[in-house]
């Protein structure tokens, strides 16, 4: 079955550190993943995703994403974390058994960054 | 220029009453769909539509039916109202997805209590 875990509810992290929010996938198939952010009461947006190549794939607002084959993982990261990074993290895999290629979300991660 | 966009924002209804949400999309894409966020932020499909056809249809409740007049619009009708309803109800768009990795776009969400 395709799906997607998301293993951390929270992840907390100083302001200017480094951030991971994990997500670890399985699909049969070609994976094609991706990473939404969803603000307080705000749709989500999105972020990056990976459908083939460089296993780096960079996003928005400073945000990217390794995949991993080995470890079926695609983690997002930055290098640097801001206040106004705090949101709800979503990784989504692209479901492709049926046409229209619904997503799968992930139970969703909320980052929280303190100055 | 709102490329996805959903009215109601919010909507406060009684148990038993009949409500629709509108959705419209200007980016000219063909593919459209409703997921439901419950309380938990749990992201689920729900519909989605491929030029005004009908192609994923998850267990939802015959309760809720969605509508396509045409390809940059989505209406999600929801009859007899119960208090399980109450969600957020996102409308997406995308292109037609034949490799998988055409991204969603969402629309900002429909708040919808049923008291």
């Known amino acids: 079955a395709q799906s997607v875990a998301q293993p951390e509810d929270q992840v907390n992290v100083a302001e200017g550190n480094p951030l991971t929010v994990k997500c670890t996938y399985s699909?049969?198939?070609?994976?094609?993943l991706f990473w939404y952010v969803q603000y307080p009461n705000r749709g989500l947006q999105f972020l990056l995703k990976?459908?083939?190549?460089?296993?780096l794939v960079k996003g928005s607002y400073g945000f990217e994403a390794e995949f991993n084959k080995s470890q079926t993982s695609f983690h997002l990261k930055k290098p640097s974390a801001l206040v106004s990074d705090s949101a709800l993290y979503f990784c989504?895999?692209?479901?492709?058994?049926?046409?229209?290629?619904?997503?799968?979300f992930g139970q969703g991660t909320e980052l929280s960054v303190k100055p | 220029d709102t490329a996805v966009s959903q009215t109601p924002k919010y909507l406060v209804t009684q148990m038993g009453n009949d409500k629709s949400i509108k959705c419209e999309q200007n980016?000219?894409?063909?593919?459209m769909y409703w997921y439901k966020q419950d309380s938990k932020k749990f992201l689920k499909i729900m519909f989605s539509?491929?030029?005004?056809?009908?192609?994923i249809n998850e267990t939802v409740p015959n309760r809720f039916s969605p509508k396509s007049p045409d390809k940059a619009h989505l209406n999600l009708h929801i009859n007899s109202l119960e208090l399980g309803d109450s969600a957020v109800y996102f409308c997406?768009?995308?292109?037609?997805?034949?490799?998988?990795?055409?991204?969603?776009?969402f629309g900002p969400g429909t708040r919808l209590l049923v008291l």
């Open positions: 997406a768009s995308s292109q037609a997805a034949p490799t998988g990795g055409e991204t969603q776009y």
């Open positions: 699909v049969s198939g070609n994976p094609y």
């Open positions: 990976y459908i083939t190549g460089d296993n």
């Open positions: 989504a895999v692209r479901d492709l058994r049926n046409q229209g290629g619904k997503l799968i």
């Open positions: 980016l000219g894409h063909d593919t």
């Open positions: 539509y491929n030029n005004k056809e009908l192609i």
